[in-house]
């Protein structure tokens, strides 16, 4: 198992190193000049060369990124060039409202999606089966910020129960800072618990249909007892399934985010992509992006708990 381990943490190097080089060209690519935020629109050409150089722009590409990932692995992530703050900061103050509002949509989709996708596997074609499906069909379907303005509309709007936009106060009860949260966590656990929901359905359906569950009804085994053989067997698929849900859950939601107002990583990007603040933009890109590269590893190393056999292999 040590072995296995180790092998998927140097596979992570490469993938990392590809990422960090993909958040720099990209965000490099992107049209229009970031100095227009910091710079009068009549700033002489001795001032825009001056700042140029202070932000590092004025050298080659290839020489930025460079520079560029030695602060990196240094745990320097730059200076925001709109507020002039620690790039660090910036997102270590919004990464735990979106991991906070991102743990409980994880949570929420496991429960809903694992608790659905088992019920429809295993009633297929029945009425419950048919609720199942229809509900994660919507959850997929359906527009994140659509939803998120639907429930804003019902909700805070019209029933007034829940508050429609922001964090809330610093100091506020642990009622009031999850009344601002179920809003946020609702609409972001629709999407992931619909495609849970569906990718459980089938691997239950699948294992049900198997020789070795027939050979096991024929042995008199209970029912509980043929469950859980068919989910430990649907556990490996179903695992990676979730770990890739999860990881967009924690990597945050611009457009959510955006709707409520929350002040996590999402609403940090899209006003650093307004801005073209490029150090912000690389920053929070990256963080985002090493999240979802660790999650997967996690899944990685956790899969073969479930199924020796992708050890072996």
């Known amino acids: 198992m040590l072995g296995y381990i180790l092998k998927r943490l140097l596979y992570a190097v490469p993938v990392t190193l590809a990422v ?12 229009g000049d970031p100095l227009t935020v910091v710079l009068p629109a009549d700033a002489s050409q001795e001032i825009v060369d001056q700042t140029r150089a202070r932000y590092g722009l004025d050298k080659p590409l290839p020489t930025q990124y460079l520079l560029w990932l030695s602060n990196v692995l240094q745990g320097d992530l730059g200076t925001s060039i709109a507020s002039g703050r620690s790039v660090s900061s910036e997102i270590g103050h919004a990464i735990g409202y979106t991991l906070s509002v991102a743990v409980l949509a994880c949570l929420l989709a496991l429960v809903a999606g694992l608790a659905l996708g088992l019920v429809a596997g295993y009633t297929m074609g029945s009425p419950m089966d048919k609720i199942a499906s229809a509900t994660a069909i919507s959850g997929v379907s359906v527009p994140h910020y659509w939803l998120g303005i639907v429930l804003v ?4 709007v019209k029933l007034g129960w829940f508050p429609a936009m922001g964090a809330g106060r610093s100091g506020q009860s ?4 999850l009344s601002f949260m179920i809003l946020p966590v609702l609409t972001m656990a629709a999407m992931p618990a619909g495609i849970i929901t569906r990718s459980v359905r089938a691997l239950v359906a699948e294992k049900l249909g198997q020789e070795f569950v027939t050979a096991l009804r024929a042995k008199g085994m209970t029912s509980p007892h043929i469950f859980a053989h068919v989910v430990k067997n649907a556990a490996p698929t179903a695992l990676a399934v979730i770990g890739v849900q999860m990881g967009y859950l924690m990597a945050g939601s611009i457009l959510v985010e955006t709707v409520f107002a929350w002040p996590g990583t999402g609403l940090l990007l899209n006003n650093a992509i307004l801005t073209r603040d490029i150090p912000l933009l690389q920053g929070t890109i990256l963080v985002l992006a090493l999240i979802f590269v660790a999650l997967n590893l996690i899944v990685d190393i956790l899969q073969p708990l479930f199924d020796p056999r992708i050890q072996r292999a």
């Open 20 to 31: 960090s080089i993909i958040c720099f060209s990209l965000v490099q690519l992107a049209p």
């Open 174 to 177: 642990l009622g009031d800072a």
């Open 153 to 156: 509309v019902f909700f805070s």
